[in-house]
């Protein structure tokens, strides 16, 4: 142990809790996770880096896939299916895909035994949107701010099972008892001491990495803790450089870059204009696409209502809407602050569309002045999704460590190379679900407490203080910036050999840098420090997804290299597998995807 | 473009603190809240702030803005006087915990009061039917980002820190509001609403009104008919007498969950 003499007992001391299912992260998947784990019987944690209910699942608008078939009853579990598969260019787990389109309805209407109340149809049942990739009306919403209502039903069924709720502490690393998990340290934001808790089972909940990324819809929370915590403790990560961009975050004012604009816009009838005013979504549609999306304005429009027309490009999968609007821009045919038009004002009734997005209708005019019933907004791609993260056994959300589960966004398989929207809020009910099922069943079969590593703890403690030691001057926000930088410029929506290998030198020199980071002031919340401390995860995150990135010579989702601009049929047959070896180096193997079933790959032909 | 701006940012925590002046450059279209993050990134990283989305929907960044409570992540560098000082500080209804951060352990205690969702029966089919303008209603109280400046700004507890004991503030009489009125809950509150919650100390100023993010009516759409519910059910004679005679609560929107009383 390479305890520093300088730190006293009292520095290192630590308060202890006892669980036998820990569950970090309390958005849509870990809300939902601890209250299936309580429901099971098991004691349960729930520790959150922020206040409860702030996790950036309320920032999801457009609303949860789960095909109830409310609007089309032609819509059932199958065609899910099918979209989710093609939208991720079937690199998705098969089997994660199947679970998920036959459970979101249950998990939905789950809510809303629980308090939810979603728009209504005509015959007072839950009303479903149009979006991207979905075949049917099939996102059940509130409005634009869908994500609000899940997390705040979630949060206040939450209040009356006898969760513990640790508010305001970031989990910074995972113990183990020989090969399986049993418990985690951390320190609490407010007073910046160590706390500890011992358990049978730990569920990460803890979403993705956009901030590693300078354009980027997610908050400061999103530094990737829980693939960091997962690879450091022996799981695997797969996946990883498949990164969604949203084509559509606002581009101005510059401070405001990057925040969502929701894809009910277009869902609700909105379009792309180039600055010529030309739909020029009809010029990026891949042969994959094209036998399900319109050729003519005329029948993009008429899709809406009928739905043996065929699909506007407007609601192309994500990826495809991000390339083409970053290919606009290049070509200069973007908006004057560097993105894209994005029209309903034209195209829908004011009073629609104020019922409809009213957070949109709030945000442009509070923050661009811009008022979006009367003016077209201006959006470009950011930064919003992993698909990547850790890899989980399909029915369990189980990783290969004893007892850790993962569920949500921070793990991996559903999406495959690209996520449906509305896929996400499903993904956190359907698989936090299981996760908090399955972690309480393995909780339950532990013969005894798995003991906790002292000398493990001593030196995460260490670890964690010795940012304040350090005589280097660095300043961690800058390590930051510089990060978010590397990241955009040569890892970002296309990325080339060049680019990302010049981007694993930077990320080197930012390790270095991070060595020598300052931390002024004491551990009373102090977000400087706390910075210092993702800055170590973020960095080991980012170099997976760049050496994944590398690996991967083909151009498939949210993966564009302008060196492999073609998909590969090799690569259409693997996912590539991130692992920590014996040595502490991180080794990176293909491995082939599960095999579909023969009944399954039969739907993802034909028309639906 | 690009403008020296003045912040008296307020530092300290639980023993006290005092204002410190800051200047720092703010450019076009920035919001207090990139200020403040400015602020963190070159003068004063141990600077604590709560933030999350930065869009106005997770209701994290709560401060008082020039003494007005205000969600710093909405709140525009433009609107402000050119050359003016602006001063940022913690909300002053809940105890400093440090800088702009201040303990809302208070509004997660009250929610714990508050009995869960409680739906009656399916119907035949087995379905959940709610026509939209039931619905309506109640989705306006859904809005609500717990941000709490309803909470900060009420005199009841801003004033008066003993009454903290036996009034749950606005957000959770919206929240009271959306149960009571929510067309499938069958839960009776109103006892709770008049007692524990103490509604009656709400002298209806309106200012929660006048500071929530969401523009919900909290006064209008919330507090008053909540009111209005206790005194029918506590104060009007005829109701009492029906209780008398029969045994049975009275309220009507709530009759067939309120036979347990």
């Known amino acids: 142990m390479t305890q520093d003499s300088r730190l006293t007992t009292e520095d290192l001391k630590y308060e202890t809790h006892e669980c036998d299912v820990l569950v970090v992260g309390a958005g849509g998947a870990g809300l939902r996770a601890a209250i299936e784990a309580s429901a099971q019987g098991a004691r349960t944690a729930l520790v959150c880096k922020s206040l409860l209910g702030k996790a950036h699942t309320v920032m999801a608008e457009g609303g949860i896939a789960a095909a109830l078939g409310n609007v089309w009853p032609e819509d059932n579990w199958k065609v899910h299916f099918r979209d989710t598969m093609r939208g991720g260019k079937l690199l998705n787990n098969w089997r994660m895909a199947q679970i998920h389109a036959q459970e979101a309805p249950a998990r939905v209407l789950e809510l809303e035994e629980w308090g939810a109340l979603f728009d209504r149809t005509k015959e007072g049942l839950i009303l479903q949107r149009d979006f991207g990739g979905h075949r049917y009306a099939r996102l059940a919403h509130v409005g634009d701010r869908t994500g609000l209502e899940m997390i705040r039903t979630l949060q206040q069924h939450a209040v009356h099972k006898g969760i513990d709720v640790y508010m305001e502490c970031t989990i910074q690393r995972l113990l183990k008892d020989g090969e399986r998990v049993s418990g985690a340290i951390g320190y609490w934001r407010e007073t910046g001491r160590f706390v500890v808790f011992k358990t049978k089972a730990v569920v990460l909940a803890t979403g993705g990495i956009g901030k590693a990324f300078k354009i980027t819809s997610n908050s400061w929370e999103y530094t990737g803790d829980g693939i960091g915590l997962a690879l450091e403790a022996g799981a695997e990560l797969i996946d990883m450089e498949m990164v969604q961009f949203h084509p559509t975050g606002m581009v101005w004012p510059p401070s405001v870059r990057g925040i969502l604009v929701t894809e009910s816009v277009r869902g609700d009838g909105g379009t792309l204009k180039n600055a010529a005013g030309e739909r020029f979504m009809f010029n990026y549609v891949p042969d994959f696409f094209r036998a399900e999306t319109a050729d003519t304005e005329a029948e993009a429009d008429a899709w809406y209502e009928d739905k043996t027309k065929r699909r506007t490009p407007d609601l192309l999968p994500r990826d495809e809407v991000a390339r083409a609007i970053n290919a606009e821009v290049k070509a200069g045919r973007g908006s004057p602050h560097g993105g894209v038009f994005l029209d309903i004002a034209s195209r829908r009734p004011a009073e629609y569309i104020r019922k409809r997005l009213p957070s949109m209708y709030h945000q442009f005019k509070e923050l661009a002045d811009v008022d979006i019933t009367t003016t077209p907004m201006e959006v470009g791609p950011t930064c919003h999704y992993f698909m990547g993260g850790v890899r989980v056994a399909a029915d369990t959300a189980a990783t290969r460590v004893p007892g850790l589960f993962a569920a949500g966004e921070v793990a991996a398989g559903l999406h495959g190379a690209n996520r449906l929207g509305g896929n996400s809020l499903s993904d956190l009910l359907v698989f936090g679900q299981r996760a908090g099922h399955y972690a309480a069943e393995y909780a339950r079969g532990c013969a005894d407490q798995p003991a906790i590593d002292q000398a493990a703890i001593d030196q995460s403690a260490c670890d964690m203080l010795a940012p304040f030691d350090q005589q280097g001057g660095e300043n961690p926000y800058t390590i930051h910036s510089d990060l978010e930088d590397c990241m955009h410029n040569l890892v970002g929506i296309i990325r080339t050999q060049t680019e990302l290998e010049q981007a694993l030198q930077e990320l080197d020199r930012l390790k270095q840098r991070l060595l020598r980071a300052r931390v002024e002031g004491n551990r009373y919340f102090n977000p400087g420090w706390h910075m210092a401390l993702d800055m170590q995860t973020m960095l080991t995150v980012s170099e997976a997804i760049t050496r994944s990135a590398l690996l991967r010579t083909e151009s498939r989702g949210g993966h564009t290299r302008s060196d492999f601009p073609d998909s590969d049929p090799h690569f259409a047959q693997v996912n590539l597998v991130v692992r920590r070896d014996g040595q502490g180096q991180m080794t990176l193997t293909e491995e082939p995807l599960p095999a579909m079933p023969a009944e399954l790959a039969e739907l993802l032909e034909g028309g639906h | ?261």
């Open chain 2, 1 to 261: 473009m690009a403008s020296q701006v003045t912040m008296r940012v307020w530092r300290g925590d639980a023993s006290g603190g005092d204002f410190c002046t800051f200047e720092v450059a703010s450019d076009e279209g920035m919001v207090v809240l990139d200020v403040i993050h400015r602020i963190q990134e070159t003068q004063a990283p141990d600077l604590a702030v709560r933030w999350n989305c930065k869009a106005g929907r997770c209701g994290s960044c709560s401060a008082e803005v020039n003494g007005k409570p205000r969600l710093m992540c909405m709140t525009r560098m433009n609107t402000f006087a050119e050359g003016e000082p602006i001063t940022v500080s913690p909300m002053r209804t809940f105890p400093p915990i440090k800088d702009l951060v201040s303990d809302v352990s208070f509004n997660y205690e009250k929610a714990k009061m508050i009995p869960a969702f409680k739906p009656r029966a399916r119907e035949a089919d087995g379905t959940r039917r709610m026509f939209q303008e039931d619905v309506d209603r109640v989705q306006e109280f859904h809005k609500c980002i717990e941000c709490f400046l309803c909470q900060d700004v009420c005199h009841v507890i801003r004033d008066h820190d003993r009454n903290k004991r036996s009034f749950a503030g606005p957000r959770f009489f919206v929240r009271l509001a959306a149960l009571e009125m929510h067309p499938l809950d069958t839960n009776n509150r109103l006892e709770l609403i008049k007692a524990r919650a103490g509604i009656g100390m709400c002298n209806i100023t309106k200012c929660c009104t006048e500071v929530c993010p969401e523009q919900i009516k909290i006064t209008d759409n919330a507090i008053i008919p909540l009111k209005e519910r206790v005194v029918t059910e506590y104060y009007d004679p005829l109701a009492w007498a029906w209780r008398k005679l029969t045994g049975r609560a009275s309220g009507m929107e709530k009759g067939d969950a309120a036979t347990h009383s």
